[in-house]
Nanobody, 122 residues
Framework: VQLQASGGGLVQVGGSRRLSCSTA????????IGWFRQAPGKERELIAG???????TYVRSVRERFTISRDNTKNTVYLQMSDLEPEDTAVYYC?????????????????WGQGTQVTVSS
């Protein structure tokens, strides 16, 4: 399943933005879904995940500012971002998740959508 992220754009420091993740032709209601981001010159990292039951997890850098949620009736997972900082500038992607050998979430698919650019400007 290839998921597509959308909703990015140019945002002022301290502003908010909501990203959406969805796919056509299949349901994601039975999958754990994660939001990833890749900043210039850095590796892609998982920043938020939500299980099929709705349990959420975040990396420390976004925990108090970002909220991941899902609406299975719309086959969509959201990432609400608030209090944005220049360090949040990145291309944001979503993907299904699986649990790795160390018990941590990781991307379940090697197939990535094109992502959506978020640029935080001061």
């Amino acid at each position: 399943v290839q998921l597509q992220a959308s909703g990015g754009g140019l945002v002022q420091v301290g502003g908010s933005r909501r990203l959406s993740c969805s796919t056509a032709g299949s349901t994601i209601s039975h999958d754990a879904i994660g939001w990833f981001r890749q900043a210039p010159g850095k590796e892609r990292e998982l920043i938020a995940g939500i299980s099929k039951e709705g349990q959420t997890t975040y990396v420390r850098s976004v925990r108090e500012r970002f909220t991941i949620s899902r609406d299975n009736t719309k086959n969509t997972v959201y990432l609400q971002m608030s209090d944005l900082e220049p360090e949040d500038t990145a291309v944001y992607y979503c993907n299904t998740l699986r649990v790795g050998w160390n018990g941590a979430y990781m991307a379940a698919s090697d197939v990535w959508g094109q992502g959506t650019q978020v640029t935080v400007s001061s």
